[in-house]
């Protein structure tokens, strides 16, 4: 049964004084344009019609509009049908106006100044994943690997600019890996040299085969910035890259303003200007675009499910949703009493109806968790495993890993020690997905087979150092992969960065020898074959498990074209654009 949609709580004023402030001060700002002048038949596009409606005007067929004077020269004539002719093919500026996009994190904060995923208007990788999470070409044009798997080489576009004007070519791409710090160069896999071929070649050695290694190049960390904004200590000094948009302004937990990059290598983007302004309480996102004070509403996590029924129902915005990569997992500490034991964590798997979470507190947008894969990367699901949900079965394992209620108070006990677990919620994530009310059906549910869960949201950092910390039963976290090898070898290889991070050393010899052979295994059906083992093993011993995959809810206003979300939250700025 789904339950009543939440209507936005149009009292919370305090809670967007400053959108509102902001988008006052955006508005008195000097704009190229307001209106899509070009697009004289009014259909919000601006295409070969209305070269030909533009004729019929000039004929004595149409009445005059005020978007047909593409030129802006007061009147109507054969030079607005070369105007928009220029506009088609790129030679002039596409009118495509500014807008304000809301979203629920400081996309500057992210992954250090500006490399987070929403801003591939700024930064650009050698290559990035497409609609179907599969790596195309960005920067490069091409790639080849050595029969023996260990020599990559890239062929990089030529004509390419920093918005600097510094030119992008072999070397500054070069530069570029040499920068990252071992961490986030050791994702790359084992690299022995990166060398420049010729001014638009590079290649990469390894020592042993590394099949991850195209996906890798697509995160946000491998953005190409101007050797000129890093400093001799490798610290991002400005945010300048190769991309449609260039960053004007940045203020911390505020807004980053981007404008449009005349010069950019693939042609002249539509939008002319963009501010993402960070709005962390995600009422006041979604009154901020109910009211007009913002555009849109981006990234993952955007739209919580209840306030997607009351911004549908308005005429003046549309939303908009998408199965993405991200998961969102209960990770369970197998270091700690009482979950060492793997038929506790089996029992609170068990315990927990994802469908129902899902279709109440997800209000239907979501698939409940079955594997450790999402879905969005269905290639290398392992289909046969199912979702596990039965209090008698969760009531079984505890009885069989010898928790018993001794003393009548509905909690179990063994050796004298109830069955408690601390749930951590990390604060910065309740803002942008509906993890409370989710904890409190977790806990809720686990109280009905007789263990005792106690909620507590810590700040970020300090929520980060209880985990890495192991100080923790249970934790909600969410996890984007873009490829199998990053969720099961980061979070379930001993040594994986995400299972360090978290605190969960889990340890299983049989997924260290699977995950390592598959990080060397050229050959995709015989990874898939070691990938599906993987999942089989992990979804047996539950160190973590995914509650729900996420339909990404997104939403814009009726001014806003060309939108389309993407399954890993990139923003496809070039197409964007306003008409009013």
Known sequence: MKQTRKKIDNGAVLGIIAVMISAMLLASMPMATAKLYGDANGDGLIDEDDITYVELIIAGEKTKTELADANQDGEINARDTTYIAGIISGENPFPGGTLIAGLGRDPGKQYGYGAHPSLTGVYEQLVWLDYELEPQPMLATSWKVSDDGKVWTFYLKEGVKFHDGTPYNAETAKQNFERLDAEKLGQLGPLESIDVVDDYT????????????????SWPFMSMISPDAVDADRNVLEPIGTGPYKVVEYSPDDKLVLERNEDWWGGMPKLEGMTLRCIPDANSRAMSLETGEIDLIIDTGGVLPEYAETLDADPEIEVLTRLIATSHFLILNGCKTPFNDTRARQAVQYAIDQETIVDTILEGYGLP????????????????IDAKYGTNEAEQLLNDAGWVDTDGDGILDKAGQPFEARLLLHSGLIGRWPYEAIAEVIQSELNDVGIKADIQVLAGGAWRTALKDGEYEMTMSPYTPSGPHFMLYDWFNSEGDMNLMRGMSYNNSRVDELTELGKVTMDQDERNEIYVEVQEIVAEEVPMFPIYYEEMINAQRNNVRGFEPHPWFWINWEDIYSTT
């Open 202 to 217: 590079i290649q990469f050695t390894h020592s042993e085969p590394f099949a991850p290694f195209v996906r890798q190049l």
């Open 369 to 384: 968790g079955k594997g450790p894969i999402t879905p969005a990367l269905a290639e290398w699901v392992n289909t046969e």
